[in-house]
């Protein structure tokens, strides 16, 4: 307070700032918590089909973050993943016939554009068996337009026939804003730099928006697969038989365009963990 009132002798604009923060902050301690209620969170960079209302959901103490990789096969963290309030899973990643392994309950499902077709093609699964499942899908503006996007409109359609079923989209700002804190956090711009950004990647910024504190399953660090040693497993634990999880990333990682930068963005996840409670279990990442 002392600091304040110097400051205010010299800027009167300063000093009604000030106030005004030092009010902000003091008064959030002064009412009893309430934190027997469920907090609930809008978030406005997903929009949902087909009327454009934003996400909406209490928020999730603890988040479990199943990657879709081979990692997973034999991990036996079923029961442990079935355990975190709100499961997050990746594009068409199924739990039916993995489920001592992945778990079984998805509260929220990220997909890509480009695994939309495949979403599609087992609406049995998807949107009858999984009608808990939350789906939120993220394109460029030409696949998710809401007048043209040929996405979109196939999105729709699967809305129509089964109505139950939850689907989102990403909104073209929030697209953007991923696109930023990816430019921020390397320096590079995202398009310019001939990447795309993963479905991990569109993952991770939902969990930290909606998750007080997250688990991440089955994700390797930056330094996984140039280490000596790690049987190879498949890139995606319900794909067998074809490219290993690390010639994978290598690969994409080396491309010059159209690539994932997967290993870029672990790098960026693990500076994200040392600030936020985001742990890393099977391969852990250490502490
Ligand atoms: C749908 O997905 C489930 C779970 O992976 C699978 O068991 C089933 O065979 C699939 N059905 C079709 C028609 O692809
Ligand atoms: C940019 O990165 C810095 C440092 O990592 C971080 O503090 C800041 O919140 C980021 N801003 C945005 C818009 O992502």
């Not at 879709?68 to 029961?79: K, R, T």
Request: glycine share 6%.
């Amino acid at each position: 307070m002392k600091i304040l009132v110097r400051l205010c002798a010299g800027s009167l604009l300063l000093c009604v700032i000030l106030w005004l923060c030092w009010i902000k902050t003091n008064t959030r301690e002064l009412p009893v918590k309430l934190s027997f209620l469920p907090r609930t969170v809008q978030l406005w960079g997903y929009s949902r089909l087909p009327d454009g209302e934003p996400l909406i959901r209490s928020s999730c103490e603890t988040c479990a973050v199943v990657s879709s990789s081979g990692q997973m096969l034999s991990s036996g963290l079923g029961h442990q993943i079935d355990q975190a309030k709100c499961i997050l899973r990746m594009n068409v990643a199924p739990t039916l016939g993995y489920e001592s392994d992945v778990g079984s309950r998805s509260t929220l499902r990220v997909v890509s554009h480009t695994s939309v077709p495949l979403l599609l093609r087992n609406q049995t699964y998807f949107f009858q068996q999984s009608q808990d499942t939350a789906y939120v899908i993220w394109g460029p503006p030409r696949q998710m337009n809401i007048d043209s996007g040929i996405t979109y409109r196939a999105l729709l359609q699967a809305k129509g026939r089964h109505p139950g079923v939850q689907i989102y989209t990403l909104t073209q700002n929030m697209m953007v804003h991923c696109d930023q804190i990816f430019q921020n956090e390397t320096g590079k711009n995202r398009a310019m730099s001939g990447a795309f950004l993963s479905t991990g990647w569109f993952t991770m910024i939902l969990a930290m928006e909606l998750c007080d504190e997250i688990t991440v399953y089955g994700m390797v660090s930056e330094n996984y697969c140039r280490e000596q040693s790690h049987p190879p497993v498949p890139y995606h634990y319900y794909e067998k038989g074809r490219l290993d999880e690390c010639s994978m990333y290598m690969m994409h990682e080396r491309a010059l365009r159209g690539a994932h930068r997967f290993i870029t963005e672990k790098a960026i996840f693990s500076r994200w963990a040392s600030r936020k409670r985001i742990h890393f279990s099977h391969p852990s990442w250490g502490s």
